[in-house]
């Protein structure tokens, strides 16, 4: 009986074994995967930052190039003002 019983225990001690041996494995496939998943996440991570970084250079050339042309566009007004006003008083020539 006392053999039988130590079998037995033997047994129930080498299935607990084993299946907290499968666990570990499992567990170890899981940061495995989390891992890749991880690295796969900062390269994107990376990317996005390097996009917005350019987006937001294009964006500031943009604003820049919005305010030279307004600027213009204020000279111009004004020097068309300037020339109304010149018809306006008679002080322009008209060639024929």
């Known amino acids: 009986k006392s053999l039988s019983q130590e079998e037995n225990l033997k047994d129930q001690f080498n ?9 570990l494995k499992n567990r170890e ?8 998943q991880n ?5 994107q991570l ?3 930052l390097t996009e917005l970084a350019n987006m937001e250079l294009q964006l500031r050339h ?4 919005s305010q030279v042309a307004n600027e213009k566009v204020q000279k111009l007004e004004r ?3 300037v020339l109304r006003k ?3 008083t008679g002080t322009m020539r008209t060639v024929i």
């Open 39 to 43: 690295e796969e996440l900062a390269t």
């Open 46 to 48: 990376q990317q996005a």
């Open 62 to 65: 943009a604003v820049e190039a």
């Open 29 to 36: 496939k899981i940061v495995s995967i989390t891992q890749q």
């Open 79 to 81: 020097l068309v003002d």
């Open 15 to 23: 299935h607990t074994l084993s299946t907290y041996e499968e666990a």
């Open 86 to 88: 010149k018809v306006g």
